[in-house]
């Protein structure tokens, strides 16, 4: 598993996209959960897919869920939400994302597969926002808000990079 830019993955997934239907797979990656949202074939468009327990001793399951997914979705990378801060500080929620992607490109499983980051400021609030007048189960509200994280996330770099694309600030060659 590699770190590419948010272009270099676009690319490799507009170039799959002719030859197979590549996928993306966001991730929202908290402290206890990580949460799952997956492009449809088109790449226009985002679901919510599930959300995996993080745990220290579970990293290698964790790698083999995502490995099953790489080939059941045909993904050809991973959007990783990541709290880029406006004043070039590291967080300590940034140091653990990072930690966590370095623990599973290190069990292996996830080789060929390529990653990016991608700003998920206020993602999880704003989902948090729209949960609160349904007045919901604790347990249940943080799972529904991990994988909508999960999904404004993915929507807002696939936005991004098709808005590129079509208003030619990226070149496909």
């Known amino acids: 598993m590699k770190e590419v830019g948010p272009v270099v993955l676009f690319r490799k997934l507009y170039c ?11 991730l929202d990656v908290g402290q206890k959960y990580v949460g799952l949202a997956v492009s449809d074939v088109t790449n226009q468009s985002t679901s919510p897919l599930s959300v995996l327990v ?22 050809a990378g991973l959007v990783v939400g990541f709290p880029f801060s406006l004043m070039g500080q590291t967080s300590v929620e940034a140091v653990q994302i990072r ?38 189960h604790p347990v249940k509200s943080k799972t529904i808000v991990d994988k909508f994280a999960a999904v404004g996330i993915l929507q807002g770099y696939l936005d991004n990079m098709n808005r590129d694309l079509r208003s030619r600030k990226i070149t496909i060659e």
């Open 54 to 75: 993080r745990k220290q001793s579970n990293i290698d399951l964790m790698a083999k869920d995502f490995q099953t997914l790489a080939s059941q979705f045909s993904l």
């Open 99 to 136: 930690l966590f992607m370095e623990k599973l490109r290190k069990t292996g499983r996830l080789d060929g597969l390529t990653y990016t980051y991608w700003d998920e400021s206020y993602t999880s609030k704003c989902v948090e926002a729209l949960l609160e007048p349904l007045d919901l």
């Open 16 to 26: 799959l996209q002719n030859k197979q239907k590549a996928r993306l797979l966001g």
